[in-house]
Protein backbone atom coordinates (compact mmCIF):
# COMPACT_ATOMS: atom_id res chain seq x y z
CA UNK A 1 0.00 0.00 0.00
CA UNK A 2 1.38 3.45 -1.09
CA UNK A 3 1.47 5.91 1.78
CA UNK A 4 3.00 9.41 1.68
CA UNK A 5 3.61 11.05 5.48
CA UNK A 6 4.32 14.45 4.98
CA UNK A 7 5.77 16.86 7.93
CA UNK A 8 8.17 20.27 8.54
CA UNK A 9 5.14 22.97 8.45
CA UNK A 10 4.74 25.49 10.84
CA UNK A 11 3.99 28.82 11.82
CA UNK A 12 6.86 31.64 10.44
CA UNK A 13 6.72 35.20 9.89
CA UNK A 14 7.07 36.44 5.78
CA UNK A 15 10.43 36.41 4.50
CA UNK A 16 11.09 32.86 6.47
CA UNK A 17 11.93 29.95 5.36
CA UNK A 18 10.46 26.20 6.00
CA UNK A 19 11.43 22.93 5.36
CA UNK A 20 8.63 20.32 3.70
CA UNK A 21 9.59 16.95 3.52
CA UNK A 22 7.18 13.65 2.42
CA UNK A 23 8.30 9.96 3.34
CA UNK A 24 7.07 7.67 0.07
CA UNK A 25 6.36 4.24 1.29
CA UNK A 26 4.97 1.19 -0.07
CA UNK A 27 6.18 1.89 -3.58
CA UNK A 28 6.91 -0.58 -5.80
CA UNK A 29 7.60 0.93 -9.85
CA UNK A 30 10.00 2.34 -11.45
CA UNK A 31 9.88 5.93 -12.81
CA UNK A 32 7.51 8.45 -10.74
CA UNK A 33 6.35 11.83 -10.54
CA UNK A 34 5.77 13.66 -7.69
CA UNK A 35 4.48 17.30 -6.56
CA UNK A 36 3.65 19.41 -3.91
CA UNK A 37 0.28 21.06 -3.93
CA UNK A 38 -1.46 23.14 -1.76
CA UNK A 39 -4.61 24.32 -0.25
CA UNK A 40 -6.23 27.28 1.25
CA UNK A 41 -9.33 27.44 2.76
CA UNK A 42 -12.03 27.92 0.59
CA UNK A 43 -9.72 27.66 -2.49
CA UNK A 44 -8.75 24.48 -4.83
CA UNK A 45 -6.03 22.56 -4.85
CA UNK A 46 -3.09 24.32 -6.65
CA UNK A 47 0.04 22.72 -7.47
CA UNK A 48 3.11 24.30 -6.26
CA UNK A 49 6.23 22.24 -7.57
CA UNK A 50 6.98 18.91 -8.99
CA UNK A 51 9.30 16.54 -10.06
CA UNK A 52 10.71 13.22 -12.19
CA UNK A 53 12.76 10.72 -10.56
CA UNK A 54 14.37 9.57 -13.77
CA UNK A 55 15.46 12.77 -15.16
CA UNK A 56 12.11 14.31 -15.53
CA UNK A 57 13.29 17.59 -14.54
CA UNK A 58 11.71 20.21 -11.91
CA UNK A 59 8.32 22.55 -12.36
CA UNK A 60 7.12 25.13 -10.59
CA UNK A 61 3.76 27.57 -10.39
CA UNK A 62 4.88 31.00 -11.29
CA UNK A 63 3.84 32.01 -8.15
CA UNK A 64 6.73 30.59 -6.04
CA UNK A 65 9.60 30.31 -8.71
CA UNK A 66 12.77 31.92 -7.25
CA UNK A 67 11.42 31.14 -4.10
CA UNK A 68 10.74 27.77 -3.77
CA UNK A 69 12.53 24.76 -4.34
CA UNK A 70 12.05 21.01 -5.06
CA UNK A 71 13.80 17.98 -4.45
CA UNK A 72 14.45 14.33 -4.04
CA UNK A 73 16.19 11.47 -2.58
CA UNK A 74 15.31 8.22 -4.34
CA UNK A 75 17.74 6.81 -1.75
CA UNK A 76 15.53 7.99 1.34
CA UNK A 77 12.38 7.42 -0.68
CA UNK A 78 11.65 11.16 0.42
CA UNK A 79 10.71 14.39 -1.19
CA UNK A 80 11.78 17.86 -0.28
CA UNK A 81 9.75 21.50 -0.51
CA UNK A 82 12.61 24.44 0.51
CA UNK A 83 10.61 27.59 0.56
CA UNK A 84 12.49 30.73 1.38
CA UNK A 85 11.39 34.48 1.12
CA UNK A 86 7.32 33.01 2.30
CA UNK A 87 4.26 35.45 2.09
CA UNK A 88 1.39 35.59 3.93
CA UNK A 89 -0.21 34.56 0.85
CA UNK A 90 1.46 31.28 0.93
CA UNK A 91 -0.23 30.15 3.89
CA UNK A 92 -2.26 27.02 3.26
CA UNK A 93 -2.54 23.10 3.80
CA UNK A 94 0.57 21.19 1.88
CA UNK A 95 0.03 17.75 0.14
CA UNK A 96 2.62 15.62 -1.73
CA UNK A 97 1.23 13.48 -4.37
CA UNK A 98 3.06 10.58 -6.39
CA UNK A 99 2.10 8.82 -10.07
CA UNK A 100 4.01 6.06 -10.91
CA UNK A 101 4.90 6.97 -14.38
CA UNK A 102 7.43 9.46 -15.93
CA UNK A 103 6.61 12.09 -17.36
CA UNK A 104 8.32 15.04 -19.08
CA UNK A 105 7.11 17.58 -18.20
CA UNK A 106 5.41 16.36 -14.77
CA UNK A 107 1.90 18.10 -14.34
CA UNK A 108 0.74 20.44 -11.77
CA UNK A 109 -2.65 19.26 -12.39
CA UNK A 110 -4.07 17.32 -9.17
CA UNK A 111 -6.26 15.00 -11.18
CA UNK A 112 -3.34 13.46 -12.84
CA UNK A 113 -1.78 12.23 -9.35
CA UNK A 114 -2.53 8.69 -7.75
CA UNK A 115 -1.64 9.18 -4.40
CA UNK A 116 -1.78 11.63 -1.88
CA UNK A 117 -0.60 12.48 1.66
CA UNK A 118 -2.82 13.90 4.64
CA UNK A 119 -1.05 17.56 4.32
CA UNK A 120 1.12 19.84 6.64
CA UNK A 121 0.36 23.22 7.56
CA UNK A 122 2.01 26.13 6.65
CA UNK A 123 0.91 29.42 8.20
CA UNK A 124 3.11 32.62 6.82
CA UNK A 125 2.28 35.60 8.80
CA UNK A 126 2.76 39.60 7.97
Known amino acids: QVQLVESGGGSVQAEGSLRLSCVLS????????MGWFRQAPGQEREGVAAIGSCGGGTYYADSVKGRFTVSQDNAKNTLYLQMNSLKPEDTAMYYC???????????????????WGQGTQVTVSS
Open 97 to 115: AVRGQFAAPVPLDRQWYSY
Open 26 to 33: GYRYGCKS
